[in-house]
């Protein structure tokens, strides 16, 4: 059974930051790429930002200089450090492995870029 539990979304006015964590439970973890997707309201899901089990990153161009994804296979823990936020990244942001499993989705966390 693996479960995917993300936390640390907010409001947080437009230049602000904030840093996602990702807790999973389960064998899967350390041997999968792990990824960052977001769905704004009548978007479709997209994905922000994977991390190799090594540690090889990759960004999607919106957010590219701003997000920092980063793991901890020990603790089966992957954050992501969102600086320079902006309105346009409001959305409820999940994790889950690369390429996504339907019944890895968690509930997500909000988060609202506003002032």
């Known amino acids: 059974q693996v479960q995917l539990v993300e936390s640390g979304g907010g409001l947080v006015q437009p230049g602000g930051s904030l840093r996602l964590s990702c807790a999973a439970a389960?064998?899967?973890?350390?041997?999968?790429?792990m990824g960052w997707y977001r769905q704004a309201p009548g978007k479709q899901r997209d994905l922000v930002a994977y991390?190799?089990?090594?540690?090889?990153?990759n960004y999607a161009d919106s957010v590219k200089g701003r997000f920092t994804i980063s793991r901890d296979n020990a603790k089966n823990t992957v954050w992501l450090q969102m600086n320079s936020l902006k309105p346009e990244d409001t959305a409820v942001y999940y994790c889950?492995?690369?390429?996504?499993?339907?019944?890895?989705w968690g509930q997500g966390t909000q988060v609202t870029v506003s002032s």
């Open positions: 991390i190799t089990s090594g540690g090889r990153t």
């Open positions: 389960g064998s899967i973890f350390s041997i999968h790429p």
């Open positions: 889950n492995t690369i390429p996504n499993v339907e019944k890895y």
